[in-house]
């Protein structure tokens, strides 16, 4: 039953186990509650680790399907299934969720037991995004998640947390209605809510066209790209730290998933006639963005701005259409996971001694603190493109495919490199490097057995995609040489 089964038990494993936590009640069951939490998060874990045991990489058919009958008036099933694509962002989903109860441990004393429940439903639904292979599915999963993290930041958030949920619940609820029109046009064409049979709909230019953008009102806001991006900083900012973590980690990788399952291959013409479009965008992104980050005084809108940027490169990969733009842009999108996750974590840790997000309240912490300094730095170094970190194999492959295509996209793409090094080193250099700045840094103490083990898993995780990223281009190829079949062949 398990092995037939296994999507439905990484989805609904957390939820139930959510209710569960939520069930111990008050916070004098806290400690009950983070224990809970954390055996559900790592079950979880395990549940989906079978999932990459067990995949076949010489296909790009779906896989671990189930497909039961759920409203048969309007043809709406509940079906699911992965592909070489999916695969990938749930191991990354289940992965961060067991790093985010771990981090909270401490930091989180108040309405401990709903803090982690939401955490552990909003893992569920996002794990359901990514195995949903019916429209309806899909969307009630895409929706259903913004409800835990609009209470994760409006409850655990910082002073202007009110003002980040509302505009972080509006952008992304307000795009998601037109992707809702859209679907429902397909489900008419098609007579079925079928993902997959929508990939083999015939559809006229100007319809692609009408339904491109009205997926892209969804997909660029969750990404986020420019200029639909400036809830992202508030959210990130008023977020406690987890809320930070699975915004960059997870989330932002949705928008960047609807592209490759909506919008390549049920509209390749008008994929290829508004190319341009996403290219611009996506170029806007990672060089002015870029910019953007280097004046930031906040450590968490730096990092975010950063998001924005490295997701440009994502977006900008998957519309050059060649092998490895597209490989490049889905490794990137898991090394962002882990990259900005260990990065919001540190700014994390040292929130937790000081209460201080700003750069100007630190200096000289690796005087103090210099094991975390040393796991700091290989995240910086990650974030920056260094090679032999994951951070390098996604950039690379992004510049190399885009380098076929135009030169120029090369050019400005290959300036995040540039920029991304000057704005997290420079970070890096005056929070950690120097004398100690003041009295409150000098009482800092090192990073906690509990906060070694999270950022050990991290930098064994960034580590091991930077040296050896063959396990991680091998599950995905087939499906991305099957995802560019259909971008590229006309279905006018």
Not at 66 to 76: G, K, L, P, T
Not at 374 to 379: D, K, P, R
Request: aromatic share 14%; glycine share 8%; charged share 10%.
């Amino acid at each position: 039953m398990l092995a037939d089964h296994l999507l439905s038990f990484a989805i609904f494993l957390p939820i139930l186990g959510g209710v569960a936590v939520l069930a111990t009640g008050s916070d004098r069951n806290a400690d009950y509650a983070r224990q809970l939490s954390l055996a559900v998060a790592v079950l979880t874990f395990l549940v989906t680790l079978p999932l990459y045991a067990g995949f076949h990489t010489g296909t790009a058919a779906m896989q671990f399907v189930e497909d039961h009958a759920w409203i048969d008036a309007f043809r709406v099933r509940y079906r699911l299934g992965i592909d070489g694509i999916s695969l990938l962002l749930i191991l990354l989903t289940s992965f961060s969720t067991v790093l985010v109860v771990i981090s909270a441990w401490k930091s989180i004393d108040k309405k401990v037991a709903q803090y982690h429940a939401s955490f552990l439903v909003m893992e569920g639904l996002m794990i359901g995004v990514f195995s949903a292979l019916d429209g309806i599915l899909f969307y009630v999963f895409w929706e259903a998640m913004l409800v835990p993290m609009f209470l994760i930041i409006g409850l655990w958030g910082g002073q202007n947390r009110v003002y980040a949920t509302i505009k972080f619940f509006l952008y992304t609820f307000l795009g998601s209605v037109l992707m809702l029109v859209a679907m429902i046009y397909l489900y008419f064409k098609a007579g079925s809510f079928d993902i997959l049979a929508w990939h083999d709909l015939k559809l006229g230019l100007h319809a692609q066209i009408l339904i491109f953008l009205a997926f892209l009102a969804a997909f660029a806001v969750k990404v986020p790209m420019w200029p639909v991006h400036t809830w992202l900083p508030d959210a990130h900012v008023e977020a406690p730290t987890g809320g930070s973590v699975i915004l960059a980690a997870i989330m932002l990788k949705m928008g960047a998933y609807g592209f490759l399952r909506f919008s390549l291959p049920i509209l390749p013409d008008a994929s290829h006639q508004l190319a341009w479009l996403m290219i611009a965008l996506s170029l806007i992104a990672v060089v002015y963005i870029g910019l953007v980050a280097l004046v930031q005084e906040d450590m968490k809108k730096l990092i975010a701005y950063s998001s924005i940027a490295h997701m440009g490169f994502v977006t900008l990969g998957f519309f050059i259409f060649n092998t490895q733009g597209l490989e490049g842009g889905i490794a990137q999108m898991i090394s962002h996971g882990f990259v900005s996750g260990a990065l919001f974590l540190c700014v994390g840790v040292m929130y937790d001694r000081l209460h201080s997000r700003m750069i100007k309240d630190y200096g000289g912490v690796a005087n103090r603190m210099p094991v975390f300094a040393s796991f700091m730095m290989l995240f910086a170094m990650a974030n920056a493109g260094l090679p032999g970190t994951s951070g390098f194999v996604g950039e690379f492959l992004v510049i190399l495919g885009a380098f076929q295509v135009n030169i120029w996209y090369a050019f400005a793409a290959a300036t995040t490199l540039v920029f991304g090094a000057a704005y997290t080193l420079w970070m890096y250099k005056r929070v950690l490097f120097g004398e100690v700045g003041n009295a409150k840094v000098a009482e800092l103490t090192d990073a906690t057995p509990r906060e070694i083990v999270f950022l050990t898993l991290l930098a064994v995780a960034v580590l091991a995609m930077g040296l050896w990223p063959y396990p991680f281009l091998d599950v995905m190829h087939a499906s991305v040489d099957h995802l560019l079949q259909q971008a590229t062949i006309s279905k006018l």
